[in-house]
């Protein structure tokens, strides 16, 4: 999942920079523009994720474009 580019609402908002794991679950390193943002890996964060397009959806309930 690592170099995946990730997408709120259509628009693309980073790319995907490690999968690391904190002991109570995965989460991802999301880097987006200078800053970097952690995404829990569950179905209410990540809506969809597709490895033929290398795009991860996130819910833009929780996340801004």
Same mark, same amino acid.
Do not use: C, F, W
């Given at each position: 999942? /690592?170099?995946? $580019?990730?997408? /709120?609402? +259509?628009?693309?908002?980073?790319? /995907?920079?490690?999968?690391?794991? =904190?002991?109570?679950?995965?989460?991802?390193?999301?880097?987006?523009? $200078?800053? +970097?943002?952690?995404?829990?890996?569950?179905?209410? =964060?990540?809506? $969809?994720?597709?490895?033929?397009?290398?795009?991860?959806?996130?819910?833009s309930e929780y996340?801004?474009?």
């Amino acid at each position: 999942m /690592v170099k995946l $580019k990730v997408y /709120v609402s +259509e628009k693309k908002i980073g790319q /995907v920079n490690a999968v690391k794991n =904190h002991g109570a679950g995965d989460y991802l390193e999301i880097k987006k523009g $200078k800053s +970097e943002i952690l995404v829990p890996i569950n179905n209410h =964060h990540i809506l $969809k994720i597709d490895l033929e397009e290398e795009r991860i959806t996130l819910n833009s309930e929780y996340y801004e474009v």
